[in-house]
């Protein structure tokens, strides 16, 4: 990490949801941030835009997690903007709730391409590329607790991100670089509320012992100390995050 220039946090997923709430978070922290994402161009620039006006660093890199060429020139773009990378978030992710009989093929390609290969994908880049003494926080998903019924893909390709980040803290020794992950309970974003009925979000929301859904602030506030000095022992460690749910 430099004395002079601020440190890099790519957070990928970032145009919307948890993952633009983090990359606000880590901005007040004083990161020049990355917002990665796929399709959301315009809510990724906004964000920058905001960023910028609040005296952050701030840029936007389209790239699909789930390819590799992506990630690299995701890598790449950072370096040649910001400089080499000190901080990665792993957060892009998505959920379709079926029974696992009715999965089609597809669904199940694109659910672990984008959860476990995009985090796979980062995790090799940021292997040779990230600044010693840095940070990563990968997410999985406290349903890995729960073995809900209509989440057995989902459930799966998060349990993999859990093991990928308890393997790689180790192979990471000698680097002075942190590797966790993070499993929130429900949030509500678009992710969560997507499909869902009002009974069903309340039936979610009165689950925890604390009574509510999460918000993406619950979880940004997670990662800004998993990135701080205060968390430097913190390591291959899976954090659930969802008010005493499991
Ligand atoms: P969200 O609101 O649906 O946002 C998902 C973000 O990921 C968007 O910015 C989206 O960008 C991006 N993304 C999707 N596919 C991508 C790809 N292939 N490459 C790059 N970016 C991609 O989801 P969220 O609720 O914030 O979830 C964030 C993370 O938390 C996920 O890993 C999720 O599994 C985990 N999580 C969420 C909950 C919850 O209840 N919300 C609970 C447990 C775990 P585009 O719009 O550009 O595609």
């Known amino acids: 990490m430099s004395s002079t220039q601020p440190d890099v946090a790519i957070i990928t997923g970032a145009s919307r949801g948890i993952g633009a709430v983090i990359a606000r978070q880590l901005a007040r922290q004083g990161f020049a941030v990355v917002i990665n994402y796929a399709s959301s161009a315009s809510e990724a620039t906004a964000l920058v835009a905001e960023l910028r006006r609040d005296g952050h660093q701030a840029i936007a890199v389209q790239a699909d997690v789930a390819s590799a060429a992506d990630v690299k020139r995701l890598f790449d773009e950072t370096e040649q903007q910001l400089g080499k990378v000190d901080v990665l978030i792993n957060n892009a992710g998505v959920l379709n709730v079926l029974p696992l009989a009715q999965y089609s093929d597809e669904l199940y390609d694109h659910t672990f391409n984008i959860n476990t290969k995009g985090t796979f994908n980062t995790l090799r880049e940021a292997a040779t590329r990230l600044n010693g003494g840095g940070r ?29 980040t308890q ?28 499909g869902k009925s009002e009974e069903q979000i309340q039936t979610f929301s009165q689950m925890p012992p604390l009574e509510r859904l999460g918000q993406p602030q619950d979880i940004a506030n997670i990662v800004s100390f998993l990135v701080s000095p205060a968390a430097d022992w913190v390591n291959g460690q899976i954090l659930r995050a969802n008010g005493g749910l499991v």
């Open 167 to 194: 393997v790689f803290a180790k192979e990471l020794r000698g680097r002075q670089i942190t590797v966790n992950a993070v499993a929130p309970g429900p949030v509500a974003t678009e992710l969560f509320l997507r």
């Open 136 to 164: 990563i926080v990968n997410f999985s998903s406290s349903t890995v607790g729960m073995n809900l019924p209509g989440y057995a893909v989902y459930i799966a390709s998060k349990a993999a991100v859990e093991s990928l």
